[in-house]
């Protein structure tokens, strides 16, 4: 169970909380702010002034007066009318995250909500009730309405969820779960739909598994710099030291360690004709490093937007009620956007690792494509392609979505963040990059094998010993695309990062 501190929630809570499925509650420290946020929107519920969301409509129909007796009824309507998402479901865990971080929001006692609704999102973590959230419909402005109505569908006894692996009506899923729905009070609907929630979580997922990725690249790298026979002088410290950027000097000093020891290496140390590497190999700490940075600062971010209070209209501390525009995703945007980059990017650089392996013109002794039998087999040529189109795919997703906006709600907001797509995306990029990181552990193995007698560093023998428990060595052709899910699975579970003991914090 984790507890969720409003303000203090870290990147590794919520993706433990992402990876392993646990439930989260808040910090019990925030109840009497919870219930004092929810007076003050009581009152102004029972009172004669007009405060938005409370007792008037919505966007446009924020000048419509409702009657106290209508307040359900009007958060009700709000939701259900709101639930307009399409597309695929979300998968569980990034759901589940997302009403993590929509409790955590709530938490902050500043949103209205009485302490059942707060109570509602806890059981449902808890016993595994999971709405089903489509994953298209938010531009990422005035919140992730659509997907975030999806969720709050359910906690008043409407949409659907998934409980025991099931695909059921949201009322039949609480209550085989043993929870009841709610009804929902004055601003309360506007509170769970109004947010950055869904947008925040996939970026947020998007930024695990781009920081995933990105450690496996440094030990593929490493993997194929000593396949090629490439020189370890361009990693060294003073380089680095010398320009000053952070995640260059951090991935440096992590691809000496890793080449550490390499007979390989030591083999051509002196008397090698080549005065300097491509710059697929040479510059792999300027390229990686500068990702690392970009991860690093988006993730800045997305910690700081997880912790956030981002519905409307908000009770401030002095008791108003003020209406601002915490819900325009902006900044989520454009993390999305930079860690598409980053992704883009990384993928670029391994994938003409990839090639460089495969060309005998460039491969210093390796055989073409890598077979021992070239001509009678086609080795890892195909595999090399599919990187190169994978590659080219992610440089188009990377496009940034945050420059797009487009005016909705009968232009009562009329510029919005497009966070939601930005963030989506993320998912399709990393898969293809954890491909072409998984093709080039492949390459490299392969690679590095043929310089037998000599070896490679102690700890890249062990990511080969890992790489080949699950994909064996190619000899005569076979059929691959088998052997490219697994070296796929390896990368996103992290298998070859810890058997090389890597370790890079986000």
């Known amino acids: 169970m984790l507890t969720l501190i409003p303000g203090e929630t870290h990147l590794a809570q919520l993706e433990n909380l992402w990876r392993t499925g646990a439930a989260a509650r808040l ?16 009152a102004a519920a029972a009172g004669n002034a007009a405060v938005y969301g409370v007792n008037t409509g919505f966007g446009k129909l924020a000048s419509v007066r409702i009657a106290p007796e209508d307040t359900a009824t009007l958060q009700r309507n709000l939701i259900l009318s709101h639930c307009c998402g399409v597309g695929a479901p979300l998968s569980a865990p990034a759901t589940r995250l997302m009403m993590a971080l929509k409790l ?56 659907e969820a998934i409980f025991d692996d099931q695909r059921r009506p949201g009322a039949q899923a ?36 781009a920081m995933t990725c990105l450690r496996t690249a440094i030990v593929t790298g490493a993997m194929s710099t000593d396949a090629i026979m490439g020189s370890t002088a361009p990693t060294r410290a003073e380089i680095h030291s010398l320009r000053g950027h952070r995640g260059q000097i951090d991935v440096a000093a992590a691809m000496r360690a890793l080449l550490q020891g390499s007979e390989i290496r030591e083999s051509h140390r002196e ?7 491509p710059y697929c190999i040479r510059c792999q700490p300027q390229v990686t490093g500068a990702a690392l940075d970009l991860l690093r600062f988006a993730g800045q971010t997305l910690i700081t937007e997880a912790n956030a209070v981002t519905d409307n209209p908000l009770v401030l501390s002095d008791g108003s009620i003020v209406s601002g525009g915490n ?28 090639a460089l392996m495969v060309d005998p013109a460039l491969s210093f002794g390796l055989p073409p494509f890598l077979t021992p039998k070239p001509g009678l087999n ?88 890992a790489l080949r428990v699950h994909v064996a060595t190619m000899g005569d052709d076979r059929y691959l695309a088998p052997d490219l899910e697994k070296a796929q699975a390896l990368v996103e579970d992290e298998t070859l990062v810890t058997a090389a003991g890597l370790e890079i914090a986000p």
């Open 27 to 42: 910090d019990p420290r925030t109840a009497p702010a919870i219930a004092t946020s929810a007076g003050r929107i009581a």
């Open 104 to 159: 955590l929001s709530l938490g902050r006692g500043a949103s209205g909500v009485r302490p059942e609704i707060v109570a509602l999102l806890e059981g449902m973590l808890a016993r595994g009730v999971t709405p089903v959230v489509p994953e298209q419909g938010s531009v990422g402005a005035s919140g992730d309405l659509a997907p975030l109505a999806h969720m709050a569908a359910v906690m008043i006894g409407e949409g």
């Open 174 to 209: 609480l209550a085989v779960a043993g929870l009841a729905p709610v009804t929902l009070g004055a601003k309360e609907g506007l509170a769970l739909i109004n947010g950055t929630q869904f947008s925040t979580a996939l970026a947020l997922v998007g930024l695990f598994r």
């Open 271 to 277: 008397g090698d004709a080549r005065v300097q590497d």
């Open 327 to 354: 819900f325009h995703a902006e900044p989520v945007a454009f993390a999305a956007d930079q860690i598409a980059l980053a992704v883009a990017e990384i993928g670029a650089i391994a994938q003409r690792r990839v």
């Open 378 to 465: 086609s080795g890892l040529m195909i595999a090399e392609v599919t990187t190169a189109a994978l590659m080219s795919e992610n440089k188009h997703l990377a496009a940034p979505c945050s420059v797009d906006s487009t005016p909705t709600s009968a232009n009562q907001e009329d510029h919005v963040s497009m966070a939601a797509h930005g963030a989506r995306r993320l998912g399709l990029m990393t898969r293809n990059l954890s491909m072409i990181l998984g093709v080039e552990a492949m390459c490299s193995a392969q690679g590095i094998e043929f310089r037998a007698p000599l070896t490679t560093s102690a700890r890249l023998a062990q990511v080969i010993e």
